[in-house]
Nanobody
Framework: QVQLVESGGGLVQAGGSLRLSCAAS????????MAWFRQASGKEREFVGN????????DYADSVKGRFTVSRDNAKNTVYLQMNSLKPEDPAVYYC?????????????????WGQGTQVTVSS
């Protein structure tokens, strides 16, 4: 079993930056593809970005490409989401997900472990 705990959410002005962290328990963290998803009020959970176990390969949703960066520190069992140039459409609860089970990599259904989420609010 893996437990994921997100932190770093909060209120930021449009154009500002935030860094989210996701601390994972478990010895096999380094073997997992880790991902970030977000869910705005009244909307479905959507893919934001991911990092493969090698820490090199990443994917991003088109809506955040060039603004958000996913990274990981396997020694600290932590994955990060650096969010720059935040826009009014970015507010949501951001979730960390771990262990891709196969299938579509961008679907929340295909991840085994989830954190509790952290709220990101952007003021205009």
């Amino acid at each position: 079993q893996v437990q994921l705990v997100e932190s770093g959410g909060g209120l930021v002005q449009a154009g500002g930056s935030l860094r989210l962290s996701c601390a994972a328990s478990g010895r096999t963290f380094r073997d997992y593809t880790m991902a970030w998803f977000r869910q705005a009020s009244g909307k479905e959970r959507e893919f934001v970005g991911n990092t493969r176990s090698n820490g090199v390969d990443t994917d991003y949703a088109d809506s955040v490409k060039g603004r958000f960066t996913v990274s990981r520190d396997n020694a600290k069992n932590t994955v990060y989401l650096q969010m720059n140039s935040l826009k009014p459409e970015d507010p949501a609860v951001y979730y960390c997900a771990g262990e891709w089970l196969g299938g579509v990599l961008y679907s929340p259904r295909n991840f085994n472990f989830w954190g509790q989420g952290t709220q990101v609010t952007v003021s205009s």
